[in-house]
Every structure is written in structure tokens, then in C-alpha cells.
């Protein structure tokens, strides 16, 4: 996944996202009426430089997914927009796309904030920020407030300049670990764990995913007792975890971060960045009895406990 600049082949696939309802449906501005040369007007405009900065979410195969904004750039700050296609949800596009466009506000156009907001109709997309532990902005300027004038029913986020929105120590209870790490000047890093000590077990299994291509799922399955350490040593994967402490997420980019599952719990990983690769040190052997692969008798034997 990438950004690049917006281009007239996108077009079509804009209008698709413009005219489904299941994307758009919440939305303030009323893309059903929009065409495809309002879409290509729109591409050539930001093409030719636009005050805003519209740019296209790409797949690896450089197909467009959606389109990611920062507008009305002014006084250090920006308010930000996202939409994909639906064939882009629930597949890390959105969650990337936002990334990179913060990283560019802050890091090259050196802002010190950006801000947004959403109906609170749109459930999904209040879902998607408040999962991600945005938190709802009360301190937003008079005059962004007045652009919105006359709508009573959003809910405002921000994030700063100097905010990890990365950072967990837990992740549905599972312990988010920093695996030591030696760094070399102008050679690399070298990380390790040794078991019972960086890890709490005795690790005799370690096993690792390679070889996925960019948006697949993987996982659908928890353990009764086994206990593992996550990690991924190269690309970007997705971890979602479920268990009586709830369901949540966390992205695994970094090698010297990894997550200690040590209850039962519902896995499942999305691979960000095809190629990316999962390792998983494990507390014992395989044991094909130690798995759930239902997720309905995962939920009925975590009610059980």
C-alpha cells in the first residue's frame, strides 16, 4: 500500500465509491449527483495544485482504493479526510492511508495539528477512530466550528504533532512488549528474547508466516493454553485479539515490538504490505487439540471461564 498523486486513470473507480451508498451514506456532501467528469475535474485540479492535498491510497499493484485529504491548510494545522471503496474496507487501507498522510502533515509540511470529524450517525467510521484511541476533540478553533455551522451532530478528533498514535502497552489485555534491541551506526539493529526471561515461558516451538500477499487474513483461531510471542521482522501486519478484556488492534511494523498472548484469545492478522512476515514463539509443541477454530465455541468457552 502507498500514496501517490491522484491520476485521471482513478477516476471510475472514485466515482464507484461516489455513488455506493454504503460509503457515502453518512456523508455531508451529496456525491450521488456527482459524474465522472466531475470526478476527472476533481483529479485535474489537484493535479494541476490545488491549496488542498488530495492524494490517491494505492494497493502494491498500484490500483486506486481511496482518496485521503488535508484541507484548509493553514496556522500550523489541517483538517483531514479519508474515504475508500468498499472493496478496500476492513483490509488496513484506511488505517494506512491515515498514517501516511499524517506523517507528511507533521514531518514535511511541519504541522503542529490536524483535526476532524464525523457524524455520529456513521457508526462505522466513529468505530473505526475511537478502536484506533482517537479521542474526541473538545478544544477545536471558532472558526473550523463555523464552517460546520447548522450541524449538531458531530463528533470532533485531533491529534498533535508529537503524539504516538502507534503506542500501547496492551492490546485486548495482551501485553505489547519492546524486544531489546542493539543498534550499530550505519549497520543495522540486532533484537533477541531468551525465553524465560524476556518471555515468560519455556519456548519450544518457533514457527513463522511468509510469503502473503497484501490484504489477506489469516489466523481465525485461539489457543486453550498455549502461550506465544508475536512479532514481524519485516512489513507491516495487522494483529486483531479478542478475549474477555474485549477486541482490539495493533499494527506490527516494528521488529523490536511484540505482543505476549498469554489467555485464550481470538486471532486474527492482515497482512498490510504483501511479503510481510509473522514470526511466533511458541510455549509447546503442536497440539491440534489446543486450538478453536470456531469462532462461536471461542465465544461460548470464553463465557465458561
Not at 482518496?67 to 479519508?82: K, M
Not at 455551522?149 to 470532533?156: A, H, P, Q, Y
Amino acid at each position: 500500500m502507498h500514496l501517490r498523486q491522484l491520476e485521471l486513470r482513478d477516476a471510475p473507480l472514485m466515482l464507484e465509491w461516489m455513488h455506493d451508498e454504503s460509503v457515502v451514506g453518512q456523508l455531508r456532501t451529496d456525491f450521488a449527483s456527482k459524474t465522472l467528469s466531475d470526478a476527472e475535474a476533481f483529479i485535474k485540479k489537484s493535479i494541476e495544485g490545488s491549496k488542498d492535498i488530495n492524494l490517491a491510497i494505492a494497493s502494491d499493484e498500484d490500483e486506486y482504493m481511496g482518496t485521503v485529504t488535508l484541507r484548509d491548510i493553514e496556522d500550523g494545522s489541517a483538517e483531514f479526510a479519508i474515504t475508500v471503496r468498499t472493496k478496500a474496507m476492513s483490509k488496513g487501507y484506511a488505517w494506512t492511508g491515515m498514517e501516511m498522510i499524517l506523517k507528511k502533515a507533521f514531518e514535511e509540511l511541519g504541522l503542529e495539528s490536524v483535526y476532524w470529524c464525523v457524524s455520529r450517525k456513521n457508526t462505522r467510521a466513529v468505530r473505526f477512530y475511537d478502536k484506533h484511541n482517537f479521542h474526541e476533540a473538545l478544544d477545536i478553533p471558532a472558526k473550523v466550528l463555523a464552517r460546520y455551522e447548522g450541524i449538531d451532530d458531530l463528533k470532533w478528533y485531533s491529534v498533535l504533532k508529537d503524539d504516538d498514535i502507534n503506542e500501547k502497552d496492551t492490546v485486548a489485555g495482551c501485553k505489547v512488549i519492546h524486544i531489546k534491541t542493539i543498534p550499530t551506526v550505519n549497520a543495522g539493529e540486532l533484537s533477541f528474547f531468551e525465553a524465560e526471561q524476556d518471555v515468560p515461558f519455556d519456548i519450544k516451538r518457533i514457527y513463522y508466516i511468509s510469503k502473503v500477499p497484501e490484504g489477506v487474513r489469516r489466523g481465525f483461531h485461539a489457543h486453550k493454553a498455549l502461550k506465544q510471542l508475536l512479532f514481524c521482522p519485516y512489513g507491516r501486519i495487522q494483529l486483531i485479539l479478542e478475549n474477555n478484556n474485549g477486541r482490539e488492534e495493533i499494527e506490527l511494523y516494528d521488529p523490536s515490538i511484540g505482543v505476549l498472548i498469554e489467555e485464550p484469545t481470538w486471532r486474527e492478522m492482515l497482512w498490510l504490505q504483501k511479503d510481510s512476515v509473522l514470526c511466533v514463539a511458541a510455549s509447546d509443541h503442536y497440539d491440534p487439540a489446543d486450538y478453536i477454530r470456531d469462532y462461536s465455541e471461542f465465544k461460548e468457552y470464553i463465557r465458561s471461564r
